[in-house]
């Protein structure tokens, strides 16, 4: 049993899909949540009813990950309301289902800045909380396989995610001594609102059938947010730097 009580954990984009699974998976192991939003208001105050619900505390913050202000504001406020950061979990991202070959200047920027810019400007305002968490500070970086293989439309945000993956073991190497794991969970296809708009969704979604080696058990949030939540917890204190493949298998299956 992970026992989070008294931990304070701030989830990026999670108002919708794996990132909310999160939230509810910290609040669910007793510890008080702050949700990150930046257009989804009304979804982002139902995930703060629902961790509320639960007898933990929770804040709601509005803020573009892409912003370094927005960043810098959103720590202060934990720091204000909670006076503590024990777990950050980055999760938030954006990019656009397109081919390279129509990617323009914006898109790429849109995508670095949301998914990549972001982990440098989130660890620089809340490296100094997490510093001082109980224990040591947890920070959880979600990335895909788009890191290391090919997928159809998904070249600006594997990308992305294979630049974010190798930060998040830099910033290990530079947050290690001062009391911080940072780990990386890579995650299969996960039915959300984003996939749902993945071109041939539908064929993806019932291709995993093939894939993965669970039977008919096939990879949903609260799954990813298992995986997030061990790598969050005291268990991992010495897995550092790591990526945690969670696929059911999908990967390794030719
Ligand atoms: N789903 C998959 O199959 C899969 C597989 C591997 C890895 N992942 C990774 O897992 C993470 C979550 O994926 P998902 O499918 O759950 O995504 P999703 O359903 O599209 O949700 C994205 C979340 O990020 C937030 N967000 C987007 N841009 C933001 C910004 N600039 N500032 C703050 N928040 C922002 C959204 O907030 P709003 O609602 O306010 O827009 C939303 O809460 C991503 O990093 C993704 O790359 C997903």
Request: hydrophobic share 50%; net charge negative; glycine share 12%.
């Amino acid at each position: 049993m992970i026992d989070l009580t008294g931990k304070v954990a701030l989830v990026t984009g999670s108002s919708r899909g794996i990132g909310r699974a999160c939230a509810l998976r910290f609040a669910e192991a007793g510890a008080d949540v702050v949700v990150n939003y930046v257009t989804s208001g009304r979804e982002a105050d139902a995930v703060a009813a629902e961790i509320a619900a639960l007898g933990r505390r929770v804040g709601c913050v509005r803020a573009d990950v892409a912003e370094e202000e927005d960043i810098a504001e959103m720590i202060g406020f934990i720091e204000r309301e909670f006076g503590r950061l024990d777990i950050l979990v980055h999760n938030a991202a954006t990019g656009g289902f397109r081919p390279l070959a129509v990617t323009t200047q914006r898109h790429f920027d849109a995508a670095m800045h949301t998914n990549v810019l972001s982990l440098i400007h989130l660890l620089k305002a809340a490296s100094p909380l997490l510093e001082r968490a109980t224990g040591r500070g947890k920070v959880v970086v979600l990335s895909s396989h788009g890191t290391h293989m090919a997928l159809p439309m998904y070249g600006l945000i594997g990308g992305s995610k294979a630049a974010v993956t190798s930060l998040a073991r830099h910033w290990a190497l530079e947050l290690g001594d001062r009391g911080v794991n940072v780990n990386i969970v890579e995650a299969g296809l996960v039915e959300t609102d984003s996939t749902r708009r993945l071109p041939g969704a539908a064929e993806m979604f019932a291709g995993r059938k093939f894939k993965t080696m669970t039977g008919e058990r096939m990879l949903a949030a609260g799954d990813v947010a298992d995986a997030v939540l061990f790598l969050a917890s005291p268990l991992a204190d010495l897995v550092q730097g790591q990526t945690l493949v969670v696929d059911g298998g999908a990967a390794v299956h030719v």
